[in-house]
C-alpha cells in the first residue's frame, strides 16, 4: 500500500502488509506504527519524521530522503538504506537501536541522547554525531566508503564497548573534530588504502582514552599502537593522530 503525503495523528495498523510513505514535502506521524510482520517504507525527497512508539516486524527501508525518528519510533528487524537516503536519530534520551543497518546511504545522531548500536552497521554511507551527540557502537560498523565514524562538531563523543569493532574505509576508521571524545573498549581497525591510516584530529583537541589493554590498530602493521591502558592523547588545531606513530610529546598518560 502507497500513501502520498502520509502525515497525521493516528496509530496505523500494518499487518502483514508493508506501508510505503511517498512523502515528497516535509511531515510527520504522531502515532504509533504496529504490525505483525509488515513493515515500513519511507520514499520521496522530504523529511518524514516519526513521532510515535512503533513496534513492527518486518523492514524499515528508506529510498529516499529522511527519515527522522528515535530508538522508540525507528523500527524493524532491519533497515535498509537505498541511494542517497539519510536516517536520523534526533532524541534527547538514551536508548538502543538493535537493527542490522545496510544500504548506501547514510546515519545521523543528533541531540544529546546516547544512541546504542548493536547490530552490525555495513551501509557505505556516513555514519556522523553531530555537535553535542553521543553515539556507543556494542555491534560492529564496517562498509563505509569513506570515514567509518565521523564525530562531526563539538562535544560528541563515541564509545566503542567491549563487544564492539569499528573497520574504516578509505579513510580512517574514526574522525574526530573539536572537543570530541572516543573511549574504545572493544577494537578500531584503519584499513583503508586511501588513508593515512590516522584517526584524525582536525581541530582544537581530542581524547582518546584506550581501556583496558584493547585494540586501535592499523590495518597495514596489523599491530596494537598503544596498550597502556586509560591513554590520553591529545593533539592541537590541524594535526593528524597516526596511531602507532605518536610523537612523545603528544602523548599524556593519565
Do not use: C, W
Not at 72 to 94: E, H, T, V
Not at 98 to 110: C, F, L, P, R, Y
Request: hydrophobic share 35%.
Amino acid at each position: 500500500t502507497s500513501v502520498n503525503q502520509l502525515t497525521g495523528t493516528g496509530g496505523i495498523l500494518l499487518g502483514a502488509n508493508m506501508l510505503t510513505a511517498i512523502n515528497n514535502a516535509n511531515g510527520s506521524i504522531s502515532g504509533n506504527i504496529t504490525g505483525s510482520s509488515g513493515g515500513f517504507t519511507k520514499s520521496g525527497g522530504g523529511n518524514l519524521t516519526l513521532n510515535g512508539v512503533n513496534n513492527y516486524a518486518g523492514s524499515t527501508i528508506i529510498n529516499q530522503g529522511m527519515l527522522t525518528g528515535t530508538t522508540d519510533s525507528i523500527s524493524g528487524s532491519n533497515i535498509a538504506l537505498n541511494g542517497s537516503s539519510q536516517l536520523r536519530y534526533n532524541q534527547n534520551f538514551a536508548g538502543t537501536a538493535a537493527q542490522n543497518i545496510g544500504g548506501t546511504g547514510s546515519v545521523e545522531v543528533n541531540n544529546s541522547g546516547l544512541v546504542t548500536f548493536t547490530g552490525n552497521l555495513t551501509h557505505s554511507g556516513g555514519l556522523t554525531a553531530q555537535a553535542g551527540s553521543h553515539l556507543a557502537i556494542s555491534g560492529t560498523r564496517s562498509g563505509a566508503a569513506g570515514v567509518g565514524i565521523d564525530l562531526s562538531g563539538a562535544g560528541g563523543s563515541l564509545a566503542v564497548n567491549a563487544s564492539g569493532s569499528v573497520v574504516g574505509g578509505q579513510f580512517a576508521a574514526v574522525q574526530m573534530a573539536s572537543a570530541a571524545d572516543v573511549i574504545n573498549l572493544g577494537s578500531i581497525t584503519n584499513a583503508g588504502p586511501l588513508g593515512d591510516g590516522f584517526v584524525g584530529v582536525h581541530q582544537q583537541m581530542a581524547t582518546i582514552e584506550n581501556r583496558d589493554r584493547q585494540q586501535v590498530h592499523e590495518a597495514d602493521a596489523d599491530r596494537q599502537a598503544r596498550d597502556q591502558p586509560e591513554l590520553r592523547i591529545e593533539q592541537p588545531n590541524h594535526q593528524g593522530l597516526a596511531i602507532g606513530r605518536l610523537l612523545d610529546d603528544a602523548v599524556r598518560h593519565r
